[in-house]
Structures are given as structure tokens and as C-alpha cells.
């Protein structure tokens, strides 16, 4: 029998049923339940259409072999996007971009209804409200003993793992600077809003569309053609995080610079880079949740009204 989990808002004072996919995804699955139980920051999706997203505390690795479009997902479907960060969205409505992700679980039919009202609030609470708000995963029985890791071979490996735990729940102090215009060095004409645009741009750039790619590339290609790629593309983003905020980001950035150019073994920089993957996982879901998508309102689509004095999804 496929494996039920509880998904909790306690913000929301909401909780629903699932089972996970194990037959579609049983790799997946084992490694989701490996993590569990966990909470991270629940945020939600810009142009993808009805679905709350969330990323995990850890990096996906395992096998994906079934697969689905978010405009083909029934109300209710989990899925996991490996590519984009490790990530999970829960369908509540319609999708709208024609991406494929791997199939994780669904939500139980008798808590469907209840979706739709999860997904509004999130939403409203990306754009607008802006306050904390957590989703967590967690066995039916209700265990809460968090899941035993396998210790680390080097301190800079430690380091960063240990500071991707501190902000899967809690804003990290770099995110709090650049949304209240402390990033000291950057900035023009008395205003701070191009700062902290830029630096959302960066740390989607860095994580998603380079960190990542170059992960893909050490497991594919060894060291050799990671330090390449990373030299030519990753190491020109150290400064340029540091100056628009990501202090931290940056710095530890550095340190997996000097681990990978260090010769040491495949094995020791993947374990830094994974790390740094799930340290830049949880800045970035930071970034998406702070950032002040309600600017939105200025740009609405032809025809379009304000709806209850907030602009319609």
C-alpha cells in the first residue's frame, strides 16, 4: 500500500491527507520519507498558475521515471521539479505552464476542497501580506524526531549545511537587509528597489541556472569540467552577490571555489557543492516569498479590473 503523509499550514489552521506515489515514483518516494518530518517556508508560484511551491530542505537526487505537465495535473497532485531547485507544488486549480515534473503523490479526495482556499490565501500572502507562513510535511502517526544524517567530511561542508538549516524556518539576515534598504553599498537616487531586484535576479540566476547546471556536469563529467565551467561562469557572480546583498551566499560561494580548485577528490566537492545547492535553495525561497510581487498591480493584462481591491490571478 502506497504511504499517507499529513501536510499542515498551522498558520493557515489547515492540514490535508496524501499518498505518496510509490509505485509511479518509488525512489522519489523513499527519499521524501527519508526527510521527513520537515517544515520550510510555503510560498507560491508567479507564472505557473494555481499551485502553492514550496522548496525542500534537501537535494532530490533519485530517480524520476514518471512524469507530468502542470497544465495536465489533476487538483491535488504533488509534484517535485528537480531542475528547479528541488521543489514541490501542490495543484489547486488550473495550470498554466506546459512544464513536465515528476509525479510524487496526491492529495486525498475528501481534502480536495479545501485546496482552493490554501491556495488563495498563499497567494495574497506572496503578494501582499507578506507574513510568515510554513508548510510542513510529517508521517500519519505524527512522529517529530527529525531524521538522522550521515556526518560530513569537512568543516566548510558542515558549515554551510548548518547555516541551510538555520533559514528553512527562520528569514536569513541578508534577506532582512535588502527588504528594509540596509545593503549599505549599493543603491541609487534615494531609492532601494532596483538593489533588491537585481539581487532576486541573482540568486535565481546563480542557484537555479548555474549551481545547478555545474552540479550536473561534476556527476556527468568529473572535476575537471566543473572547475571549467565554474571559472568561466560561477566565480564571476562572487562580487556581484556580495554588492547587492548576499554577503553570506557569497561567501560561501568562495569557499566552494577554493575546495574545487583545491584538487581535492570528486567525492569531497560534491558533498560542498550539495550543500551550497541547499543553502542556496532556502536563500532563494526567501527571495521569492519577500520580494514585492504586489508592483504587479501595476501591470495588468488589457481588460482586467481590481477584484475586492486586489488584482484577480
Not at 524520476?64 to 489533476?74: F, Q
Not at 528541488?86 to 489547486?92: E, F, R, V
Request: glycine residues 8%; proline residues 7%.
Amino acid at each position: 500500500m502506497d504511504a499517507e503523509i499529513n501536510i499542515s499550514w498551522p498558520e493557515l489552521d489547515c492540514s490535508v491527507r496524501a499518498t505518496l506515489a510509490e509505485s509511479e515514483s518509488p525512489e522519489l518516494v523513499a527519499e521524501f520519507r527519508e526527510a521527513m518530518p520537515f517544515g520550510v517556508v510555503q510560498s507560491h508560484p508567479v507564472v505557473s498558475g494555481s499551485s502553492v511551491t514550496m522548496w525542500l530542505p534537501y537535494l532530490s537526487k533519485a530517480r524520476t521515471p514518471t512524469m507530468e505537465s502542470i497544465v495536465d495535473a489533476p487538483i491535488g497532485r504533488i509534484r517535485l521539479s528537480q531542475g528547479t531547485g528541488s521543489k514541490i507544488s501542490i495543484q489547486y486549480g488550473p495550470g498554466l505552464e506546459p512544464a513536465k515534473q515528476a509525479v510524487l503523490g496526491q492529495v486525498h479526495q475528501a481534502d480536495l476542497s479545501l485546496l482552493p482556499e490554501v491556495g488563495r490565501r498563499v497567494w495574497d500572502n506572496l503578494f501582499w501580506l507578506k507574513r510568515p507562513l510554513s508548510v510542513h510535511f510529517s508521517s500519519p502517526d505524527g512522529a517529530i524526531a527529525p531524521p538522522a544524517r550521515s556526518p560530513l567530511r569537512t568543516a566548510v561542508a558542515q558549515r554551510i549545511s548548518d547555516a541551510a538549516d538555520a533559514i528553512q524556518l527562520h528569514e536569513p539576515r541578508d534577506m532582512e537587509l535588502l527588504r528594509t534598504g540596509q545593503v549599505p553599498d549599493a543603491g541609487s537616487f534615494g531609492q532601494y528597489f532596483s538593489v533588491w531586484d537585481a539581487a532576486h535576479g541573482l540568486v535565481r540566476d546563480f542557484v537555479t541556472n548555474t549551481l545547478y547546471p555545474i552540479y550536473t556536469a561534476l556527476l556527468r563529467d568529473g572535476v575537471e569540467t566543473a572547475r571549467t565551467a565554474y571559472d568561466v561562469v560561477g566565480a564571476k557572480y562572487h562580487f556581484t552577490l556580495s554588492y547587492h546583498g548576499w554577503t553570506e551566499l557569497s561567501t560561501f560561494a568562495q569557499e566552494f571555489h577554493v575546495v574545487l580548485t583545491s584538487g581535492a577528490d570528486v567525492e569531497l566537492v560534491q558533498e560542498v557543492l550539495e550543500q551550497l545547492l541547499r543553502y542556496g535553495n532556502a536563500v532563494y525561497a526567501w527571495s521569492h516569498q519577500s520580494f514585492p510581487w504586489y508592483v504587479a498591480m501595476n501591470f495588468p493584462l488589457p481588460g482586467a479590473g481590481p477584484v475586492g481591491g486586489r488584482w484577480a490571478l
